[in-house]
């Protein structure tokens, strides 16, 4: 079993939609859950960062975190065509060495139609 | 601001070549990364160094090398280039260990190897 799964898309859907972006993990020891939105030949750029369980809300996007299902989740209300990227889900643990490293899923594509 | 600048964007090399890919930051963070995109794949963390001296390797760090003599600098060499590293390479930082998780990146390097 992957470390972070991902499903990789492609998404598409009609401008206005609401955007559901899931991950699912292994690690019950990952504490810190972000999202990353990376556009075509771009670097990613950071969209939300979260603790633990529960939800934060930014605009138009919620990131949520169910630790004891060991799921995470994007959502993008009324989805704009300028939302047509890759969204990748990142993870790290809390302490020891490996704190310094992100794990990232494979990547979502989305693409919103007008 | 710059941010994270990464030189060169593209690059071919011939199998047993060597180079070196340049990142500079001018946000005056501590921390910086090499990650590694492979399409379809996750970022792997390649190496990181906490600070001007202090390097340490990551995930994927065979077949590379990386030196930390300036706050601003992280440079990272490829010895004997080898097919297997063929990938978009992109530089990151962020301010402290406790905002590992709002990583800075860089456009990326394209590098193919031949």
């Known amino acids: 079993q992957k470390e972070v799964e991902q499903d990789p898309g492609p998404l598409s859907v009609p401008e206005g939609a609401i955007v559901s972006l899931n991950c699912t993990y292994s690690n019950s020891a990952f504490q810190y859950f972000m999202w990353y939105r990376q556009y075509s030949r771009k670097g990613p750029e950071l969209l939300m960062y979260?603790?633990?369980?529960g939800n934060k809300e930014d605009g138009r996007f919620t990131a949520q975190v169910d630790k004891s299902s060991k799921y995470i989740s994007l959502f993008i209300r009324d989805s704009q065509p300028s939302d047509s990227a890759t969204y990748l889900c990142a993870m790290r643990l809390n302490s020891g060495a490996g704190s310094y490293q992100l794990t990232f899923g494979k990547g979502t594509k989305l693409s919103v139609i007008p | 601001n710059a941010g994270v600048t990464q030189t060169p964007k593209f690059r071919i090399l011939k199998i047993g070549q060597s180079m070196t890919l340049q990142c500079a930051q001018d946000m005056n963070h501590n921390y910086m990364y090499w990650y590694r995109q492979d399409p379809g794949m996750g970022l792997k963390l390649i190496y990181y160094?906490?600070?001007?001296?202090?390097?340490d390797k990551g995930e994927v760090p065979n077949g590379y090398n990386v030196s930390r003599s300036t706050t601003e600098d992280f440079p990272l060499r490829l010895e004997l280039a080898a097919p297997s590293q063929t990938s978009v390479y992109f530089c990151?930082?962020?301010?402290?260990?406790?905002?590992?998780?709002?990583?800075?990146f860089g456009e990326g390097s394209r590098l193919t190897v031949l």
């Open positions: 990151a930082s962020s301010y402290s260990w406790e905002r590992t998780g709002e990583l800075f």
């Open positions: 160094s906490v600070g001007a001296g202090i390097t």
């Open positions: 979260t603790y633990s369980s």
